[in-house]
Antibody, heavy 121, light 107 residues
Framework: EVQLVESGGGLVQPGGSLRLSCAAS????????MHWVRQAPGKGLVWVSR????????TYADSVRGRFTISRDNAKNTLYLQMNSLRAEDTAVYFC??????????????WGQGTLVTVSS | DIQMTQSPSSLSASAGDRVTITCRAS??????LNWYQHKPGKAPKLLIY???NLQSGVPSRFSGSGSGTDFTLTIRSLQPEDFATYYC?????????FGQGTKLEIK
């Protein structure tokens, strides 16, 4: 059974840092691109970042570029999101998602349940 | 960036009803359009990929259609477990933007 379990969320002051983890199981983690998506309180889903299978290619939303770093450890089956210089507007539930594909169509077929990050003084 | 616009933002319906949610892309995306269902405190769930392909395990009362810029998600014969928020997402380019969501509520 595919499972994605996020952890590492919590309360942090503006300007602070936090590292989120996403532990994967039930599939060959190293074969899949992975993404982070967030949802601010009362708002919709917003794409944050993606990473390729070996970690050599990463992409970010404009809102987090230069502050967030996505990475992965395929030996540990774990995806990470290092978040620095946090702002109040980064307050959200953060989801990790597995990207699958059928021919040239891409989609997020499995998601975790999310971890809450609150940025507040 | 490609912007995704869903309508309506919210919808009230009764069990057994047929409902349609629309999604419009700011530029043509072919059929690179996915639909997700999300319930509070749960992981989002993939329903439809590539505009009209039903994800494995998803009930056949869900269907999707469209290409280019205009897409629809139809749920026929609503079941109690279908009341949730639905999002479209384009997978044509980065960033993989979502629509703002459609909250489907019980009438």
């Amino acid at each position: 059974e595919v499972q994605l379990v996020e952890s590492g969320g919590g309360l942090v002051q503006p300007g602070g840092s936090l590292r989120l983890s996403c532990a994967a199981s039930g599939f060959t983690f190293s074969s899949y691109w992975m993404h982070w998506v967030r949802q601010a309180p009362g708002k919709g889903l917003v794409w944050v970042s993606r990473i390729n299978t070996d970690g050599s290619s990463t992409t970010y939303a404009d809102s987090v570029r230069g502050r967030f770093t996505i990475s992965r450890d395929n030996a540990k089956n774990t995806l990470y999101l290092q978040m620095n210089s946090l702002r109040a507007e980064d307050t959200a539930v953060y989801f990790c998602a597995r990207r699958d594909q059928s021919n040239n169509w891409y989609y997020f077929d499995f998601w975790g349940q999310g971890t809450l990050v609150t940025v507040s003084s | 960036d490609i912007q995704m616009t869903q309508s309506p933002s919210s919808l009230s319906a009764s069990a057994g009803d047929r409902v349609t949610i629309t999604c419009r892309a700011s530029q043509s995306i072919g059929t690179h359009l996915n639909w997700y269902q999300h319930k509070p405190g749960k992981a989002p769930k993939l329903l439809i990929y590539a505009s009209s392909n039903l994800q494995s395990g998803v009930p056949s009362r869900f269907s999707g259609s469209g290409s280019g810029t205009d897409f629809t998600l139809t749920i026929r014969s609503l079941q109690p477990e279908d009341f949730a928020t639905y999002y479209c997402q384009q997978s044509y380019s980065i960033p993989r933007n979502f629509g703002q969501g459609t909250k489907l509520e019980i009438k």
